[in-house]
């Protein structure tokens, strides 16, 4: 794994960590970063979806899954 993809990876982790602690602002922001450094990073984008479904908005969270499932077709950004 190169530099610039453990960024984003250790923005997820720690975003997880933070919403199973129901810290749920700073989770969404530390989500939304890594998705800003890798958009198509499908683990943030399903994490995302489950977020936006845990709070009440199930079309942007479709929205979130639909870009994962996107991504993981594509594979990597790295491998093409």
Do not use: H
């Amino acid at each position: 794994m190169n530099p610039a993809q453990s960024e984003p990876d250790a923005l997820y982790a720690a975003g997880v960590v933070l919403w199973r602690e129901r810290r749920r602002d700073e989770a969404i922001r530390l989500i939304d970063e890594a998705l800003r450094r890798r958009p198509d990073f499908a683990d943030a984008l399903c994490m995302g979806g489950y977020m936006l479904g845990e709070c009440g908005k199930p079309e942007p969270a479709l929205r979130f899954y639909r870009r994962a499932l996107a991504a993981c077709r594509t594979g990597p950004a790295s491998d093409r």
